[in-house]
């Protein structure tokens, strides 16, 4: 086929071309003239120490790394810091701020980090769930929740969103970010950013959104954190870096370098990524921070000594050291030597005076530390209201055998298994909530909603087999051990099995094993937990199976033992009662998987998007050689992208296209009818896909390209259209190229990436 492409050539092979420049938001012009007189009248009075005293990053407070920084309130007062992060609360982040303030010698007030993943006092479900909600004003609507509420708490910088595209559930870290796909991705990092920063970063309820781990870190080898990456570029621009991008897109105001390599250099020395991608293509013009000892981790990784990659990390661009005090320690000598220039220091130190002077600390630096604002403003009424509406819309329903969920004309209930009454573990990882504010467990939340009469509880077992794992794992005091024998406490669950209606089995991950330096190789529900149920299915009782989780897990097994499924991923605050309210049908769950569920872990990468080869074996078909499958188990996953029941069901009319030919700068309206063809009010979530038949690089499958959430009435129906045009259709060639190719496209409508009915579109 012919192929034609859209847009000028990149000017070089490794340097991809603009599109257009990117709309970012800026500060208006005037407020811009202003801060450059500012900035600029700071600047020439600050020593060279003082400058480069903006670029340090410690840590005080709760530390979330191995290192710690020493001697903080010294170092304020010398000049020696831009900002701290881990210190929560208003008052604590005052006594800093006004060390900085008033006994600094140019008095220039601090920026105050903090990890808000998902929350803070008020703890929404973990990110993994909230793509899982595919609701982006819900998204915005809670990160403008957290950032209200941090704002209140001292808190004028969030290291969040975290949209680090991944395809590996064994990678802990999985939890944090929107899952396996950039198009779903890049509309979560959007909202989020939004959410955080409003119209206005000057707004003291606004803070600024730090986007991470910049770039590539879900892609880490073999699931194991920190590990190399090792994708090609036009995989990376393809797949892994428009989430990075559309955050930069909507004016995110800084970012963080991740820890991994890519193209042998670790992103935080690496100025293709920072320097060349995020600033000059992308436009960015935000700051720039290492992560956690980022500086002094190149070491190790084997790059130079300490001097050699501190000096790497500011010349690809790098503004800010996170507790590694490279550049505080090595620059100045660096300066001197002639190694570095004052320029370059000058550049780091203006982008960080600029996100103060943006978030309006030159005019108030106590404004997000006011011990009086914090008071009434965190862990309301309002917020924890939105997080428990926010929960049902992230669980993702399964399993449904014989419409067991919504639990109706069950008399007696049984919660049993390890997480039925565990409050710590509904937070989800993360969570930097004060452990006074704890909330209600499963069992809880059952009771409340049917009665104490209704509704007894049985550990079963303790979650893991290895004592000394789940003593570490149990944060905060977390999961106490029951120290009865196994017998006894499988026992007293069979017993309880054997009087009630129905079994609600609640089961899975403890929060700790998913997050950071949370790898695991076996992705299935701890070994105990397993046998649990298998017994509990053994007795004949009906078994709800409520999965707690951070990552996919292989679910073959229990798949086939429990009459429903419901993950429930770690939804925070209102965990306990926002599970009741789904599985006594007060709402029905609305979650649509963002990620794969593996059929079995030897399948991992397994992901909907994937390529197609030279040798594809038919769907469903059994094991067939020299096709490009295995003897032991199907391709396909357990539960595929976009998957998720309710408890109405919907029908899809055809796909109609407004046209069925078009030229490359047309669009072409798709559109289906959904009907809701149950007996419930329901959300249900229309996705568009489509696949590029043949162009000049091979492409995926099939690929997410739009989406809408809608909630019908029983026998309502809705007309949802999408556009496709060169937005959907264009993707990254081999050059790097932005280009939409003439060809034949499937556009593709459905309830799942695996339910879809398409049409024909032809673009010459
Ligand atoms: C994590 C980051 C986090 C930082 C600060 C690092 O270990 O990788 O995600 O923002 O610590 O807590």
């Given at each position: 086929m012919n192929k034609f492409l859209v847009g000028a050539l990149a000017a070089a092979l490794c340097a991809p071309m603009a599109v257009a420049a990117p709309a970012q938001k800026r500060v208006p012009l005037n407020r811009e003239a202003k801060m450059r007189v500012k900035i600029d009248s700071l600047m020439s009075v600050m020593t060279l120490e003082e400058k480069i005293g903006q670029l340090n990053l410690p840590v005080a407070g709760?530390?979330?790394?191995d290192a710690r920084s020493e001697n903080v309130a010294e170092n304020i007062r010398q000049g020696h810091t831009g900002g701290v992060f881990g210190t929560i609360g208003a008052q604590a982040c005052h006594d800093l701020q006004r060390i900085a303030v008033e006994?600094?010698?140019?008095g220039i007030p601090l920026i105050f980090g903090l990890d808000v993943i998902h929350g803070l006092e008020t703890t929404y479900p973990i990110p993994l769930a909230q793509a899982a909600s595919w609701n982006m004003p819900l998204i915005e609507e809670a990160a403008r929740a957290a950032a209200t509420e941090a704002s209140a708490m001292g808190i004028a910088w969030v290291f969040s969103p975290m949209v680090d595209v991944c395809r590996d559930p064994r990678w802990g870290r999985i939890a944090e970010g929107p899952g396996e796909d950039p198009y779903l991705g890049s509309e979560i990092a959007r909202a989020m950013v939004r959410g955080y920063q409003g119209n206005d970063l000057a707004d003291s309820t606004t803070v600024m959104a730090c986007v991470k781990h910049y770039a590539l870190y879900g892609a880490p080898e073999a699931g194991r954190d920190y590990n190399s990456v090792n994708i090609s570029r036009q995989t990376a621009f393809n797949d892994y870096l428009p989430t990075y991008k559309a955050a930069a897109e909507e004016g995110a105001g800084s970012y963080m370098a991740s820890f991994n390599d890519f193209e042998g250099i670790p992103a935080t020395a690496n100025k293709y990524l920072?320097?060349?991608?995020?600033?000059?293509?992308?436009?960015f013009d935000g700051f720039v921070v290492t992560d956690y000892t980022g500086i002094a981790e190149m070491v190790p990784h084997g790059l130079g000594n300490f001097e050699d990659v501190t000096l790497r990390a500011l010349d690809a661009g790098i503004d800010m050291d996170m507790v590694s005090e490279g550049f505080k320690n090595v620059l100045p000598k660096a300066i001197a030597e002639g190694k570095v220039t004052e320029a370059q220091i000058d550049a780091a130190c203006r982008r960080i005076l600029e996100a103060k002077y943006k978030l309006g600390l030159f005019d108030d630096p106590y404004r997000y530390c006011n011990p009086a604002r914090e008071q009434g403003a965190v862990y309301t009424d309002a917020d924890r209201q939105l997080a428990r509406a926010m929960a049902p819309e992230t669980m993702v329903l399964l399993k449904n055998d014989s419409q067991l969920l919504p639990l109706e004309g069950k008399e007696k209930i049984a919660v049993i298994g390890p997480l039925g009454d565990s409050p710590d573990n509904m937070f989800g990882m993360w969570s930097m909530a004060d452990e006074r504010v704890k909330p209600v467990s499963v069992y809880q939340g059952l009771k409340s909603a049917l009665g104490a009469d209704r509704v007894k509880f049985a550990k079963g077992c303790n979650a893991l087999s290895d004592d000394a794992l789940e003593a570490k794992l149990s944060a905060r005091g977390g999961l106490e051990r029951d120290n009865r024998m196994p017998q006894q406490l499988r026992a007293e669950a069979l017993a309880l099995a054997a009087e009630s209606d129905v079994i609600i089995a609640t089961m899975g991950e403890l929060m700790n094993m998913t997050g950071e330096g949370a790898s695991r190789a076996d992705i299935t529900i701890p070994e105990p937990q397993r046998q649990l149920l298998a017994d509990l299915a053994a007795t004949g009782k009906p078994v709800v199976l409520v999965l707690f989780t951070g990552r996919p897990l292989v679910l073959t097994g229990e798949a086939q033992l429990a009459d429903a499924i419901l993950n429930v991923w770690f939804a925070g605050s209102e965990a306990g009662d926002a599970i009741a309210d789904v599985l006594t049908g007060k709402v029905s769950p609305s979650g649509k998987l963002p990620v794969s569920f593996p059929y079995h872990v030897g399948q991992v990468p397994v992901y909907y998007n994937h390529k197609s080869t030279g040798r594809p074996h038919p769907q469903g078909q059994p094991y067939i050689k020299?096709?490009?499958?295995?003897q032991d188990i199907p391709n396909d996953p357990l539960y595929p992208f976009g998957y998720g029941l309710s408890y109405s069901t919907f029908e899809y009319s055809p796909v109609t296209l407004s046209k069925e030919r078009m030229g490359t700068h047309d669009i072409c309206r798709a559109s289906v009818t959904v009907t809701n063809t149950g007996t419930r009010k329901a959300k249900e979530t229309v996705q568009l896909y489509i696949r590029?038949?043949?162009?000049s690089s091979t492409r995926p499958v099939m690929e997410l390209k739009g989406f809408e959430k809608i909630e019908l009435a029983p026998g309502e129906s809705r007309t949802v259209t999408f556009p496709v045009g060169a937005r959907e259709l264009s993707f990254y060639n081999h050059e790097l190229e932005y280009v939409l190719e003439p060809g034949e496209f499937d556009i593709m409508i459905g309830s799942a990436s695996n339910a879809t009915q398409s049409a024909l579109l032809t673009v010459e």
């Open positions: 709760i530390l979330t790394g006994e600094s010698r140019l920072i320097t060349d991608v995020l600033r000059d293509l992308w436009g020299y096709r490009s499958n295995y590029d038949r043949q162009a």
